[in-house]
Each structure stands twice: as C-alpha cells, then as structure tokens.
C-alpha cells in the first residue's frame, strides 16, 4: 500500500515535502518513482530513486528544484519541491519503479498566487 501526503497550496516560489508510506512490501529492495497528473494531462514521471538511496533521476522540468529522498528504516520516499510553480500544479503519486503496486490517491499540490 503506498498513501501520499503533504500537499497542499503554495504561491509561486514555495516550498512543500511530500511523504509516501509504504507497506506490504519490501520498501527497502525497490526503487521508487514520484509521479504527477494535471488535469487534463498523463501521468508524467517527476523523480526516480534507487532501492538503496544512491542514485536519484530527474525530469527536466524539476531539475534543480526538487529532491526525492527515502528512508528504509521508516519505509518512507519523500519529495522536497522548491521554488514551485503554477506549473506544477498536479495530483503527486509515487509507486515502484517497476512492478508497480496499486496507485495511492495521491496528494495534490496547487501552486498559485
């Protein structure tokens, strides 16, 4: 089971974390994956981070401004998002890399002024 939280609503240029509880699994042998939907729009892959931590992977349009971390001991990935955008308004997931499990609800995040 995968449960988002931490959105929220920010003006242009704040910062939010978001959380991700994982159970059910093994947390600590998967890579994991933040991802986004805006309305009307795909699902698009935002972050990757490798099982153990050491490898993270960004798309270009949060290069630079956000950063995923986890932590095996408590079974939670996170995403630190600075300096946000209107741009970035979406409902945030995160799932496995691969094997994806059962897609959470999500936390939404709105950032506007």
């Known amino acids: 089971q995968l449960v988002e939280s931490g959105g929220g609503s920010v003006q242009p240029g704040g910062s939010l974390r978001l959380s991700c509880a994982a159970s059910?699994?093994?947390?600590?042998?998967?890579?994991m994956t933040w991802y986004r939907q805006a309305p009307g729009k795909e699902r698009e892959r935002v972050a990757f981070i490798d099982a153990g931590g050491g490898a993270k992977d960004y798309s270009d349009a949060v290069q630079g401004r956000f950063i995923i971390s986890r932590d095996n001991v408590k079974n939670e990935l996170y995403l630190q998002m600075n300096n946000l955008r209107p741009e970035d308004t979406a409902l945030y997931y995160c799932?496995?890399?691969?094997?994806?499990?059962?897609w959470g609800q999500g936390t939404q995040v709105t950032v506007s002024s």
């Open positions: 059910g699994f093994m947390f600590s042998m998967h890579p």
């Open positions: 799932n496995r890399a691969t094997a994806k499990l059962a």
